[in-house]
């Protein structure tokens, strides 16, 4: 008994880890209950040093301490606000009635806002809540089918998932361990092959159930000419604004994804406040759901660092690498069976659990088997998109399901509507996977590494067990370099010896990387004021 | 029992109060935070500014101020976000808004979901929470002892965010044991718990 234990600790945790989520007690404790009972177990049977719990306080700190996560209270708060600062009905009925007189008019107008307000927050509920409230009743008044209007709202709405400043994307940048900007720039291209699919399956429609999306009647259409104009830039003005503020100051370089996010807030609130949307309620509302989803998610990932420092230290990485690695197809059937998997599992899991618990068990996989992590964390962010979609949990529906009025809509055709949308972004998916340029394309290309030039500055080895420094692929030269920090990582092909050097021979449990980076050290850009500041009292004045 | 459910009321107006200064923190953390990014690359100019214009001596105070302390802005900026995360996790699991996987749940009676509560509760959130604060209170005191500061120039103590950890954990401690309470009045008596199971705002 006690021998098939040791030998069989990491299925069995995993089958814990399953029992402890299904039963339906708040995840976060679930998971860490199992994690530390497996973890006494796992002193005992002496897979595990000790002093693990050591290390336990450690990677505790590194959550509460990792500045990219700021991001999550931020894009929320920002999301809040603009659900109901006026934005997305200026937008709305500016495109409605520009679009209106086309067949299919409305349906356009709703993906074009779900895009442009997804290009500036980075939360689903806000698109999806704001443009239903709007979009919905005119829609359905002029006689498109309630499947239709229903679907392409949420659809649209979970547009914001993928595009650039998303919030899902920061978090999986985060747990893939690569820069929040190159996730943003591997996005831009799959966004807008979503948005030309969403276009196109309009446009389908509108020659084949022409009846499903009439074009506006003229009577509907009361802006014509400059008061039409007026219309669409009140809209698209503050949205270019927020939208330079909060992305392009990532893109220039200027701000990191977290100050980006605040910046988005405080640019919010003015927008609010010139609309005169802005009262206490709606702001401390905000700021009390922002409150209560930081909570949960920082417990979420407390909960999930837990279990995997444990399920690290009796080797789980190893049993997932085996069962992964062994599956039939290589890197294509790799990214196949992820994809379902993570589809199904998005039917139960929530977007972050799926980010905090099961990304890190399949990511040193992927790694392993040479897939470009970027392109790897976009795929994924895309999939999940999947799940605010698919009945009968999806979040979008769920939203869509509260602003809808029942005796109008029946929760079946809020369901059924959503079905074409999940096989389009499902095709999406299998466009990124089998056309992976789609994603690097918008990447900054790798420097041309020329060896003369090549200066080996030795980074410190001991705090982060050397996962920093890999060693070059076997028998490829120098032309594939080798990978340092600080360049950016370049496609390896050949075996990556790196994985194998470091594994540590004890089970000691180990520090998932991209950890250790928040742990204390100074950080560059923080030093950067400094130096200016201070130099100025010396500086003789004029 | 009366006493009991007593005691976990006062646990939850405690934590609500607490869960208050949560709510407050991430509004100055994204005001902090926007005013870091634009003091620091706004600050060229206003350096520029304050030369060219000898009454602005106010500003120049205010850039040099930065300027010494601008570590401990960017620090505090994480600081209020663990505490936001540490302090609003009680009031969050007293509204019942930490996510579950709600397969089962979702679908099984009212007293059953009471039951899961009551046993997770006991077996799941009080095992870990006096874990965490027995692990992390030690850390706390070291930091205390040794007045460990930032190893960032300028920055901040670091024993304030060291304490929120067993803090944090040994709120969500005390709700657990309030929540405990309640599934208890909710199995034995007529007592209903206010708060039913919705769907998670995400």
């Not at chain 1, 199992?34 to 700190?61: A, C, H, K, S």
């Not at chain 1, 107008?109 to 009743?137: F, H, K, N, R, Y």
């Not at chain 1, 506006?216 to 830039?233: I, M, N, Q, S, V």
């Not at chain 2, 304490?163 to 008596?189: D, H, M, R």
């Amino acid at each position: 008994m006690i021998e098939f234990v040791t030998h069989n600790m990491a299925p069995l945790m995993f089958a814990g880890l399953v029992f402890g989520m299904i039963i339906g007690y708040p995840a976060a404790f679930s998971i860490a209950a199992v994690g530390l009972i497996f973890g006494f177990v796992g002193v005992e049977l002496g897979l595990i040093r000790p002093d693990f719990l050591g290390n336990l306080t450690f990677q505790m700190y590194a959550v509460i301490s990792n500045d990219l996560l700021l991001a999550i209270p931020f894009f929320t708060l920002m999301g809040t606000i603009l659900e109901r600062c006026g934005l997305a009905e200026d937008l709305l009925e500016g495109f409605g009635q520009l679009f209106g007189g086309l067949r299919g008019g409305l349906s356009y107008a709703v993906i074009i806002v779900g895009a442009v307000l997804g290009a500036i927050t980075g939360t689903v509920a806000a698109s999806v809540i704001a443009m239903g409230l709007i979009s919905l009743p005119v829609m359905l008044k002029y006689g498109y089918s309630k499947r239709h209007a229903t679907g392409v709202i949420a659809a649209s709405g979970t547009i914001t998932q993928l595009v650039p400043p998303s919030l899902v994307l920061v978090v999986l940048a985060d747990q893939l361990g690569r820069s929040v900007g190159d996730m943003y720039k591997g996005a831009i291209g799959p966004s807008l092959i979503q948005i030309a699919l969403f276009m196109g399956w309009v446009a389908i429609l509108s020659v084949l159930r022409p009846q499903d999306v009439p074009a506006l009647p003229p009577e509907a259409r009361t802006l014509r000419g400059w008061p039409l104009f007026w219309k669409c830039t009140k809209g698209m003005v503050p949205s270019l604004i927020l939208i330079f503020l909060v992305l392009g100051t990532i893109f220039m370089g200027l701000a990191t994804p977290t100050e980006a996010g605040a910046m988005g807030v405080v640019g919010a609130l003015v927008l609010a406040a010139i609309n005169r949307r802005l009262t206490w309620q709606l702001l401390w509302q905000g700021m009390e759901t922002t409150m209560k989803i930081t909570a949960f998610v920082v417990f979420i990932l407390l909960g999930a660092r837990t279990f995997s420092l444990v399920f690290q230290g009796v080797g789980g990485k190893e049993w997932i690498e085996g069962l992964l690695t062994a599956l039939p197809g290589g890197v294509t059937g790799f990214l196949i069976f992820v994809n379902v998997f993570v589809f199904i599992l998005a039917f139960f899991l929530d977007f972050f659990e799926i980010a905090f618990i099961i990304i890190p068990l399949l990511a040193p996989v992927a790694e392993k088997l040479g897939i470009d992590l970027i392109w790897f964390g976009v795929l994924l962010g895309a999939n999940m998109q999947t799940s605010f979609m698919h009945p009968p949990f999806g979040f979008a529906l769920f939203y869509l399901r509260g602003i809808a009025p029942r005796s109008q809509v029946p929760s079946s055709d809020i369901y059924w509507g959503a079905i074409p949308w999940v096989v389009l972004q499902l095709m999406l998916c299998a466009i990124l996977i089998f056309w992976p340029t789609s994603v690097t394309y918008f990447l900054d290309k790798p420097p041309v590494v020329d060896p003369k030039n090549i200066e080996i500055q030795i980074p410190s080895f001991g705090k982060d067990g050397g996962v920093g420094f890999q060693l070059p692929p076997l028998g490829s030269g120098f032309g594939q370099g080798p990978s340092l920090p600080g360049f950016p990582t370049l496609p390896t092909t050949g075996p990556d010896l790196s994985g194998a050097a470091t594994k540590a021979p004890d089970a000691k449990p180990s520090e998932p990387s991209s950890q250790t980076q928040t742990q204390d050290s100074p950080k560059v850009e923080e030093a950067k004021p400094e130096p200016k500041a201070e130099a100025k009292p010396d500086e003789p004045k004029q | 029992m009366q006493a009991l459910l007593g005691f976990s009321h006062a646990i939850d107006v405690f934590n609500r109060w607490i869960s208050r200064v949560a709510v407050w923190l991430v509004l100055l953390a994204a005001l902090l935070s926007a005013g870091n990014a634009f003091f620091r690359y706004g600050i060229v100019e206003l350096i520029d500014l304050a030369r060219k214009h000898d009454q602005l001596g106010a500003l120049q105070a205010i850039i040099d101020g930065y300027g010494r302390n601008s570590n401990s802005f960017l620090e505090a900026q994480w600081y209020m976000f663990a505490f936001t995360a540490l302090f609003g996790a009680a009031y969050t699991l007293k509204v019942n808004e930490h996510v579950r996987v709600d397969l089962l749940y979702g679908g099984v009676s009212e007293r059953t979901r009471t039951w899961i509560d009551l046993f997770g509760g006991i077996f799941c959130l009080l095992p870990f929470c006096v874990v965490m604060v027995y692990v992390t209170w030690p850390w706390f005191v070291e930091s205390w002892r040794i007045n460990e500061m930032s190893t960032n120039a300028g920055g901040l103590p670091r024993w304030p965010v060291k304490l929120i950890l067993p803090v944090g954990f040994g709120l969500v401690l005390l709700q657990g044991i309030s929540e405990i309470i309640k599934c208890v009045a909710a199995l034995t008596t007529d007592y209903v718990r206010e708060h039913a199971y919705e769907k998670p705002l995400q």
